[in-house]
């Protein structure tokens, strides 16, 4: 059985695997939170849970239609700080957002698209699940960017059923019943139509391959090889998503369109060959922009398996090859990288000027698209360079070397 921490120093035993290495500033974070939360709840000691961030290494805009994605859980976190209480309810108290505070055994009064009402969808699908809730309090800290395409609101959703898992279910749900439970909020509750990765990625940890062909179960492959001579370095681009939602649900709806004509639900349901022999039938039915979405779909299917293989044989040259063309594709056919007539093209503009300091690195648009982020795949001894050069570009706090997480959202 675990016990309440309290002394933080403790928890450094765990720092390597969550943040792929031990430094000063994850045991400052620490200290600050766990006084933060004594000082606020007046606990002598508190449980330590931590929920990361994630990555699409390859696998843009599939796992919607029954793709496959290569996922990367990250470096930079969600913690918490907790204990549990017997009053049925639910206390947050959460650094640079409203402090949240859900009864359980009272109404649904929360306002969808909130972080309260992203708490109460977690309790009311994890009941739904067959397993118990119950109150807590906690202080969340989180270095997850917002609006980044890295899940944010993903490592909040998991996190909190997580805490519910350890404090009232034995530790019983496993990582993919947590991640049904949030995306369950995140849809219900939040509003967003999001798919699964960005929940499962987090749940899991790891460099997985992800299949969501079956929708009952996700297919999950270990991919061991931990990137050691690569680093993961995010650009924020600065880049605005107001008004992109229709964007964003155009690309799903797009590829479902396709689907529909050829009389199956998903596109993964219509092998490739079976695609391309039934295509010349509908081409007068859907959109052309619907048909190279489509087109992305099968080939990034295909170029998933590869960079997986070619991780798996430490053939670097074509996993490289895979997420350059992942990234070309993205912007040609897929179509995420900006919005058709706008004046802001953020994404293709660090594509552009990062690809100029990579160094046989290599860049793609990263998440959603649009606007956002872009993800390098940099040498190590690289890294301080393209930093050092990106940082004229955009701020220094927008480029983010990561580190691969080896495990899932926990309890430590």
Same mark, same amino acid.
């Given at each position: 059985?675990?016990?309440?921490?309290?002394?933080?120093?403790? *928890? %450094? !035993?765990?720092?390597?695997?969550?943040?792929?290495? *031990?430094?000063?500033?994850?045991?400052?974070?620490?200290?600050?939170?766990?006084?933060?939360?004594?000082?606020?709840?007046?606990?002598?000691?508190?449980?330590?849970?931590?929920?990361?961030?994630?990555? $699409?290494?390859?696998?843009?805009?599939?796992?919607?239609?029954?793709?496959?994605?290569?996922?990367?859980?990250?470096?930079?976190?969600?913690?918490?700080?907790?204990?549990?209480?017997?009053?049925?309810? &639910?206390?947050?108290?959460?650094?640079?957002? =409203?402090?949240?505070? &859900?009864?359980?055994?009272?109404?649904?009064? %929360?306002?969808?698209?909130?972080?309260?009402?992203?708490?109460?969808?977690?309790?009311?699908?994890?009941?739904?699940?067959?397993?118990? @809730?119950?109150?807590?309090?906690?202080?969340?800290?989180?270095?997850?960017?917002?609006?980044?395409?890295?899940?944010?609101?993903? =490592?909040?959703?998991?996190?909190?059923?997580?805490?519910?898992?350890?404090?009232?279910?034995?530790?019983?749900? +496993?990582?993919?019943?947590? #991640?049904?439970?949030?995306?369950?909020?995140?849809?219900?509750?939040?509003?967003?139509?999001?798919?699964?990765?960005?929940?499962?990625?987090?749940?899991?940890?790891?460099? /997985? /391959?992800?299949?969501?062909?079956?929708?009952?179960?996700?297919?999950?492959?270990?991919?061991?090889?931990?990137?050691?001579?690569?680093?993961?370095?995010?650009?924020?681009?600065?880049?605005?998503?107001?008004?992109? +939602?229709?964007?964003?649900?155009?690309?799903?709806? %797009?590829?479902?369109?396709? #689907?529909?004509?050829?009389?199956?639900?998903?596109?993964?349901? &219509?092998?490739?060959?079976?695609?391309?022999?039934?295509?010349?039938? &509908?081409?007068? !039915?859907?959109?052309?922009?619907?048909?190279?979405?489509?087109?992305?779909?099968?080939?990034?299917?295909?170029?998933?398996?590869?960079?997986?293989? #070619?991780?798996?044989?430490?053939?670097?040259?074509?996993?490289?090859?895979? @997420?350059? $063309?992942?990234?070309?594709?993205?912007?040609?056919?897929?179509?995420?990288?900006?919005?058709?007539?706008?004046? $802001?093209? #953020?994404?293709?503009?660090?594509? =552009?000027?990062?690809? !100029?300091?990579?160094?046989?690195?290599?860049?793609?648009?990263?998440?959603?698209?649009?606007?956002?982020?872009?993800?390098?795949? @940099?040498?190590?001894?690289?890294?301080?360079?393209?930093?050092?050069?990106?940082?004229?570009?955009?701020?220094?706090?927008?480029?983010?070397?990561?580190?691969?997480?080896?495990?899932?959202?926990?309890?430590?």
């Amino acid at each position: 059985m675990k016990k309440p921490y309290t002394d933080v120093v403790e *928890v %450094e !035993k765990y720092f390597e695997a969550l943040y792929g290495e *031990v430094t000063d500033f994850q045991k400052d974070r620490y200290l600050k939170a766990f006084n933060n939360f004594k000082n606020v709840f007046g606990y002598d000691g508190a449980y330590v849970a931590s929920s990361s961030g994630r990555v $699409e290494v390859c696998g843009n805009h599939t796992d919607h239609n029954g793709g496959k994605v290569l996922s990367c859980a990250i470096s930079l976190d969600t913690l918490a700080m907790f204990m549990p209480t017997d009053n049925g309810v &639910i206390k947050i108290k959460s650094e640079g957002y =409203s402090d949240i505070e &859900i009864d359980l055994n009272g109404t649904e009064n %929360e306002k969808i698209g909130t972080s309260a009402a992203l708490v109460r969808g977690v309790a009311v699908a994890t009941k739904n699940k067959g397993f118990k @809730v119950g109150g807590f309090n906690a202080t969340f800290t989180s270095n997850v960017i917002g609006g980044v395409g890295i899940s944010s609101s993903a =490592s909040f959703e998991v996190l909190v059923a997580e805490i519910l898992n350890f404090l009232y279910n034995d530790g019983k749900m +496993t990582a993919e019943e947590k #991640a049904v439970i949030a995306q369950y909020s995140e849809n219900v509750y939040f509003g967003k139509p999001c798919g699964l990765l960005d929940q499962t990625a987090i749940a899991f940890g790891g460099l /997985k /391959k992800l299949d969501f062909k079956d929708k009952n179960k996700i297919g999950v492959t270990e991919i061991n090889n931990p990137l050691s001579d690569y680093t993961l370095v995010l650009i924020n681009t600065g880049g605005s998503h107001a008004d992109l +939602t229709d964007e964003y649900a155009a690309i799903p709806s %797009e590829m479902f369109s396709v #689907a529909k004509a050829m009389g199956k639900e998903r596109l993964v349901e &219509i092998d490739e060959k079976s695609f391309y022999n039934e295509l010349p039938n &509908i081409l007068d !039915k859907v959109s052309d922009r619907a048909v190279l979405r489509a087109v992305h779909f099968y080939d990034e299917n295909n170029r998933v398996d590869v960079a997986c293989k #070619a991780l798996c044989e430490n053939n670097f040259t074509a996993f490289l090859n895979a @997420v350059k $063309e992942s990234g070309i594709s993205s912007l040609c056919k897929l179509q995420n990288c900006y919005v058709s007539g706008g004046k $802001e093209q #953020a994404i293709p503009k660090a594509l =552009s000027i990062s690809a !100029k300091y990579l160094n046989g690195g290599v860049n793609r648009v990263h998440g959603g698209g649009f606007a956002g982020s872009i993800l390098n795949i @940099v040498k190590n001894d690289c890294v301080s360079d393209f930093v050092d050069a990106m940082s004229k570009f955009f701020e220094k706090k927008n480029v983010i070397p990561l580190k691969v997480r080896t495990v899932g959202t926990m309890v430590l």
